[in-house]
Every structure is written in C-alpha cells, then in structure tokens.
C-alpha cells in the first residue's frame, strides 16, 4: 500500500473505522438484548421478553450488513497483513454476536413460560449469573478495535466466574427437581436458560480472543480451562 | 484476472480445490466424531466416549489450518466474485464444523456419566435422531464444493425431521424425571444429549444455506421456521 496515494490509504482507514461502527452498533443491541432477556426473566415481564424475540431480527440483520461490508472490503481493497486481519476479526466477531442474540432470544421465550409456571420460584442466582455476563460481554465487545492486548486477556480470564455460578446454579436446579416433581417444569426451562447465559459467557471470551489475535497476530497462548464442569454432573445424596 | 496468465489462474484453481479437500477431511474427522459419540452413547462404551473427547484438539487443529490458509489465500491471491465467497464459505463452514465437533465431545463427556447411573435406560429414541443428524450433516458436508443449489436446499429442509424427534424425546424425557426422581440426573444429561444433536442439526443446515450462497450468491429466499417448540413447553397431566 507504501506506493499509494494518501487519500486511498486515508479512504481505507475511514472504511474500517465504519466496520468497528458498526460492531459497536450491533454490539449495543445485542448487549440490550441480553440486559433486557434478564430483566424480563428475573422481573416476570412477559411484554420485555415479546421485544426481545421481535428484535432478533434486527440483529441478524446487522450482521448481514457487517459481513457484506467486510466482504466487499475484501473484493475492493484486497488488504493484507493487520488490516486484513481486522476484517477477518469483524466477519468472526459478528458470527459471536449473532448466537448471542440468540440466546438471548432463547431466554426471553423461556422467561415467559416461567412466568406462567412458576412465578414464585427464587430467580436471585440467576439474576446475579445475567448481571456478570452482561458485564463481561460489554468489555469484551468494548476491546473490539481497541489495541490493549492485556485488556483482552483480563475479558477472557472473566469467564471462570461466570462457569463458577452456572455450576452453582445446575446443582441447585437438580436439588429443587428432586424434591418436588411439580419444579421439573420450570426447573429444565431455568436449566436451559442458565446453559445460554453460560455459552454467552464463552462468546464473550471468543470475542476476547479475536480481539487478542487481531492485535497481536497470534492465538492466546494456551486454551483456557472450561469451566463448566456439568457435563460430568452425579447427583449423590444421603437421604 | 482475465488477463493474467493462465497458470496463475490454474494455481488459484488449485488452492482451491486444495480448500476445499482441507474442509471435506475435517468434515471427515467430525462426522466421525458425532458417530463415535453416538454410538459410544448407545452401546455404553466409556473407551470410544474417551476418545471422542481426545480428537476434539485435532478438529480444532484442523479448524485453525484451514483458516490459516484461507486467509493466506485472501492475502495473496487477493480473489472476488465466486473465488471470493468460495474462501469466505470456507471460513465460515469451518467454523460451523468445529461447533459440531464441540457437540459431539460434549455428548462423549454426557454418554460417560449415562453409563455410570443409568446403564439401562432406553435410548432408542435418541438413537434414532443421532443416525438422522448424521445423515444430514454428510450430506451437507458433501454439498460444499458442489454446484447443485436444489442438493443444498433439500439437506436444508431435512432438519425438520431432527426438530420433531428432539422434541418427542424432550418430553418423553421430562415424563420420565416426573415418574421417578432417581431418573433425573441421567434424564438432564440426556436432554442436553438431545439439544446438542439438535444443535448439530442447525449447524448442518448453516452448511447447506452457505453451500447456497457459495454456488448463488444470494441468500435462501426465507429463513427455515424453528422446529424446536421445546423453548415453550409447559407440561400438562391429568395425575
């Protein structure tokens, strides 16, 4: 690109500037989402979580417009090294975006069958699980475009407290389901609810991740223990 | 590229097919590992579930290698049009095909604890939807590179056979957990079970809408409706 006039290289600053705008913009409604699934949850707000599924839409077609952005960037600018790497980050982070959205999504509609079911039963370690995903998932997308490579590693070091709460919460949903057959309702739909806000939790540390190789060029170091230890979840009990 | 010399235009050829033959090895790998898992779950053997879960890294690896090139493709080769959305699918199929490599090892980890607590439970059902899902995702597999739009639409519209199993098996599940509390831990990890199969399914019909756009470039005309009704699920008896 040394050969080029200014005004080009200026142009393509400009055009990769609009591309982190417009993840911001995305951003900002995905987080939204998020924020607005959990208030609907913890708040018996069927109304909130019916805006929440409406508005998926709209974040698919946020990332429709990024990826054709950064594709036709590709085709006309044909940018290579960094600035290659930039677009190639923007593609991959909006894909994260999008299934977060979903989620999100996923939850509202959940919320509302809660709210039919079981609006007595005690959301607080849930409510807690949502307000710390939210948390990690405005920094994470906050790193997008920004050249602190450390602040990327601290966003994807923040997830282990977030599979520290979903195993809290997946064994206090089995606790309730066995003591009582009647929560086996609520208690698969809070199951499920509680597995998105911990995949958002691992989005979040993709987006984290992405940021980190777009800076640097390379990959983390070392892949990040999962710490959702579920999988393997044994109920044993005295009684 | 039409007045550059033909043996570039040839090697471009070839880098992609060599694209290409990367994507249908890793698909490869991770048909493989969904059947493993499958059948690690339904014949109760923890040594093939075990395995599963080791090969995960290599599909990552695979992943990371196809990446790499693609992105080395993009740089040097510098393509648009049709060579472009053909690199641009193979980023974004890879991406699709690790996911379901992250579901199969996940179903590995779940098979081992079903063997432990509940060796005698019928899985036919879940049987039946892991050989369908398998089905579908080779025939995905088997679409990208291909030039057949009609092949991608109809692997696209098999997922609506997985959906409906997934959710008969979701609610004969929760029957079950209602009959016998001793049923519930091995009843969750087996609803988990179902929802990564289910995932599998739409990470097989993300291939196929973007086999459709590789071959076209346009997207499909409307979006496949969700046949996971399990989201609202309230479940009613008459006991």
Known sequence: MADEPKHIVSSFEA????????IANMGGLVERAVADASSALVNHDPELASRVIENDSRINTEQHNVEQFAVRLLALRQPVADDLRQVIQA??????????????????????VINQVASNFPLAGLGQMARLV????????DTVGES???KAIAVWRADQMVDDLYNTIFRELITYMME??????????LMFIAKNLERIGDHTT???ELTYYAITGENLPDFRPKGDVTS????????
Do not use: F, W
């Open 15 to 22: 055009d990769l500037k609009k591309l982190r705008d417009m």
């Open 91 to 112: 593609l991959k982070v909006v894909n994260d975006l999008e299934r977060v959205g979903d989620y999100a999504a996923n939850i509202a509609k959940r919320s509302i």
């Open 134 to 141: 939210q948390q990690n998932l405005q920094a994470s997308i």
């Open 148 to 150: 602190d490579p450390q």
């Open 180 to 189: 009582d057959a009647r929560n086996i309702t609520a208690c698969t739909h």
């Open 206 to 208: 993709n987006i984290a």
């Open 232 to 239: 393997t979840y044994v109920h044993t009990t005295t009684n």
